[in-house]
């Protein structure tokens, strides 16, 4: 009996023993392996505890503005934003409750200075060292954001505003919009809202673009050397569809410059046709059309349609804006970039540089290519035309010689996504403006041109000889 006791309590013991072991060999492998990664996600409450004993570094536009900074509170800092709701989705929120959202999440570990983290008590060492964090100096112009966030009020849509050159962006507007300072207190009725404010649809709103798309197109019909002439009789037959210009317009003979400033669907039509799937897909491809944008921000992938063996009457329509494209308002805005710099497509970013508490420089931005799309004979061309397409409409000003293109993309119940993507040259560079705005009455020379001009001279008035 005493025999089988004994079995039974060394048997306990081995599993018992075994199990130790499991769980001691878990918590090794953890803390070697997981304990980083948990440590850097949003969701893990408990750094929100000790981040809120950090004195988070500032973040600031690039006239030296303070944007957001934290402030000494009886139980640790409470951050603050100085616009809140203009730049809550550029500065975004954070919260303890909710987690970080903006440049506050993409780039958490600088602003609290321990970018080099390599364990979970890096976080708790900064606490107990009472350490600074980093200051971030960000491309945005806040006089220029809190225009463009005026002037997006009224609307749900987006307002991009980059330097062609450098792939800055000196304004990102989203609307509707929210109070990044107030996120806790607000949240429920914020993700409840039907129009989500909390979306950044710069960055991650997709849309059919309607004859903007025409851009890269007229970039297919350059480089495949094709005849650019065309006679318009109002009509461009294709496997028995019937494509038809704005208010069944008939344009006779035209070329590429016509066919832009007319913004003719026929010709685009009948080009695409002679181009083909492939190229098309390979200039879409080109201006990152169905590509991941590497940017400060998530960013959704913008959809491209086009593939081999695609049906005539799918490829006519895609030429001109129909169909499955939908493109993001950034996405947009480095088309128009690329055009206006040469054929040249920059690299966005949002932060320019990264300073230590004490003043020294830890990373400074430079430009950078992020594609070689056309040559610069094709992109002078097209950025000619895209001159004379606005000459005289809504979207000129005297002051300078704009260059653009609308677009007006069909929404639902009848109303409309009205566009405008354009630029305009300064002394050495060229700033491009992008605006879009959802579920319209009015075309995209209607609605959206109006917008881009106020832009358009707000940027001369303060960046022409700057």
Do not use: C
């Not at 009886?74 to 500065?91: E, M, N, P």
């Not at 939908?326 to 970013?349: D, E, F, H, Q, R």
Request: proline residues 3%.
């Amino acid at each position: 009996m005493k025999s089988k006791n004994r079995n039974r309590i060394l048997f306990l013991l081995v599993i018992v023993a075994v199990l130790f072991l499991a769980v001691s060999l878990y918590l090794v492998y953890f803390q070697l392996f997981e304990a980083d990664e948990l440590a850097a996600n949003s969701l893990n409450r408990r750094n929100y505890i000790d981040e809120s004993l950090v004195d988070r570094g500032d973040i600031l536009d690039r006239t030296g503005q303070i944007l957001a900074q934290s402030q000494a509170t009886d139980t640790g800092y409470q951050r603050s934003v100085t616009y809140s709701v203009s730049l809550s989705h550029l500065i975004g929120y954070n919260s303890i409750t909710y987690g970080k959202s903006g440049i506050e999440q993409s780039y958490n570990d600088y602003l609290l200075n321990i970018q080099d983290r390599d364990a979970v008590g890096k976080l708790r060492q900064v606490v107990t060292d009472g350490t600074v964090g980093n200051n971030l100096t960000l491309t945005i112009d806040h006089r220029l954001q809190l225009l463009a966030n005026d002037l997006l009020k009224p609307y749900l849509g987006s307002i991009v505003v980059t330097d062609a050159k450098t792939g800055e962006v000196l304004a990102m507007a989203s609307s509707p919009t929210f109070d990044s300072d107030w996120i806790d207190q607000n949240w429920s009725w914020i993700i409840e809202d039907q129009t989500a404010p909390l979306l950044n649809r710069a960055t991650q709103g997709l849309y059919a673009p309607g004859s903007v798309v025409k851009l890269i197109s007229a970039v297919a019909i350059q480089e495949s050397g094709i005849d650019q002439s065309y006679v318009d009789t109002g009509e461009e037959m294709v496997t028995g569809y019937p494509f038809v210009n704005y208010n069944n317009a008939v344009y006779g003979e035209i070329g590429l410059r016509q066919a832009l400033i007319h913004s003719a669907n026929t010709y685009f039509a009948n080009k695409s046709l002679q181009v083909g799937a492939d190229k098309m897909a390979e200039v879409a491809g080109r201006f990152m059309i169905g590509e991941i944008i590497p940017f400060d921000l998530s960013t959704a992938r913008s959809s491209s349609p086009y593939q081999s063996g695609m049906a005539d009457v799918d490829l006519a329509a895609a030429s001109f804006g129909q169909g499955t494209t939908m493109v993001s308002p950034l996405n947009m805005a480095l088309v128009t970039g690329t055009i206006a710099n040469g054929g040249t497509m920059m690299k966005p970013y949002l932060v320019s540089e990264i300073h230590s508490p004490q003043g020294s420089l830890i990373r400074r931005t430079t430009p950078e290519v992020l594609s070689e799309v056309t040559s610069r004979r094709n992109a002078d061309e097209l950025r000619a035309d895209m001159q004379a397409v606005i000459e005289g409409t809504s979207a000129a000003i005297w002051s300078a010689p704009v260059g653009g293109k609308t677009g007006t993309a069909e929404a639902q119940d009848g109303l409309v996504h009205a566009w405008f993507t354009g630029f305009i040259p300064l002394d050495d560079r060229d700033i491009t403006v992008t605006v879009v705005l959802e579920n319209q009455t009015m075309t995209g020379a209607g609605a959206a041109s109006p917008i881009a001009a106020q832009l358009f001279q707000w940027i001369y008035d303060n960046y022409h000889h700057e």
